[in-house]
């Protein structure tokens, strides 16, 4: 399985701030289309996950430009300027290029 | 606009099965992708399985063995069956329809499934 390693496990911000997630894949997620398959999300406490961004650095319906995701093969990252407190929470990486779909362990962003 | 609602025992009794149920309002299951996750207690989140627009259904291999996706598409949902529980599978499962590529774009409200005598 493709294992996805996310850092810092916890992160501390105050509002207005920048913050960046690092995701790392065990193998290159360039899947034989093309493509990268690799999606964050964020898990608000009490709610489900939602998606924020996929194939890297699309951003998904509805979802501010304050976020915006990069990289390529096994480095990933995900940007959030402009901290604001709804965006506190849990941050998920996954991938999708190679089943089992995978997940990262998970990103605390706390405010400081 | 699609959502998505599970419903099931919120109790099951090891050795015995877990049967949840996803439905969908708001869209057909006949297209797209339709999956299930679940996150255990902590941080840890598992893809389960999925089950196409056509009904065919891919597995994470460590659950295969165990688990079966179906669909219902005159009432518009899909199930999740898992057997042989155990306090391992002790989790909250998510249903989620894919957006574009393999990413989940709709998730539902979860269900939390403890696996306890």
């Known amino acids: 399985d493709v294992v996805m390693t996310q850092t810092p496990v916890s992160m501390s911000v105050s509002l207005g701030g920048q913050v960046s997630i690092s995701c790392r894949s065990s193998?290159?997620?360039?899947?034989?289309?093309?493509?990268?398959?690799l999606s964050w999300y964020i898990q608000k406490p009490s709610q489900s996950p939602q998606l924020l961004i996929y194939?890297?650095?699309n951003r998904f319906s509805g979802i501010s430009d304050r976020f915006s995701g990069s990289g390529s093969g096994t480095d990933f990252t995900l940007k959030i300027s402009r901290v604001e407190p709804d965006d506190l929470g849990v941050y998920y990486c996954?991938?999708?290029?190679?089943?089992?779909?995978?997940f990262g362990g998970g990103t605390k962003l706390e405010l400081k | 606009e699609v959502q998505l609602q599970e419903s099931g025992p919120g109790l099951v009794k090891p050795s015995q099965s877990l049967s949840l149920t996803c439905s969908v309002t708001?869209?057909?299951?006949?297209?797209?992708?339709w999956g299930w996750i679940r996150k255990f207690p902590g941080n840890k989140m598992e893809w389960i399985g999925h089950?196409?627009?056509?009904?065919?259904?891919s597995y994470n291999p460590s659950l295969k063995s165990r688990i079966s996706i179906t669909r219902d598409t005159s009432k518009n949902q899909f199930f999740l069956q898992l057997n042989s529980v155990t306090t391992e599978d002790t989790a909250t499962y998510y249903c989620?329809?894919?957006?574009?590529?393999?990413?989940?774009?709709?998730w539902g409200q979860g269900v939390m499934v403890t696996v306890s005598s």
């Open positions: 193998q290159s997620l360039v899947h034989n289309n093309g493509n990268t398959y």
């Open positions: 996954g991938q999708g290029t190679q089943y089992p779909w995978t």
């Open positions: 194939k890297v650095s």
């Open positions: 708001g869209y057909s299951i006949t297209s797209n992708y």
């Open positions: 989620a329809r894919y957006n574009v590529g393999t990413s989940f774009g709709y």
């Open positions: 089950i196409s627009y056509s009904g065919s259904t």
